[in-house]
């Protein structure tokens, strides 16, 4: 048994493109949904937090950045790139 099958280009056309009518979506990323933002809060929260840079001085923040450099080098996989 032989069968023809006709083939309309106009309905070809339309239906071989894997693109129409075919929609993909994605959920919203909540950046803060996986328990960071309750973190940022409670270090808010802190006796020590940082709520404004206005009343600090610079010679104050630049003496507390040097405390926290010289505790990183005792790191020991602290290395300065000029060194490797």
Not at 40 to 62: F, G, M
Not at 71 to 84: A, G, L, R, V
């Amino acid at each position: 048994m032989l069968m023809l099958i006709q083939i309309h280009p106009q309905k070809t056309k339309n239906n071989m493109s894997i693109f129409h009518h075919k929609t993909m979506s994605f959920p919203a990323i909540d950046p803060l949904g996986d328990g960071l933002g309750d973190e940022i809060a409670a270090e808010q929260r802190e006796s020590d937090a940082i709520n404004s840079l206005d009343d600090v001085s610079a010679e104050e923040l630049n003496k507390t950045w040097s405390v926290i450099v010289e505790d990183i080098k005792h790191d020991p996989e602290w290395f300065h790139f000029t060194e490797d």
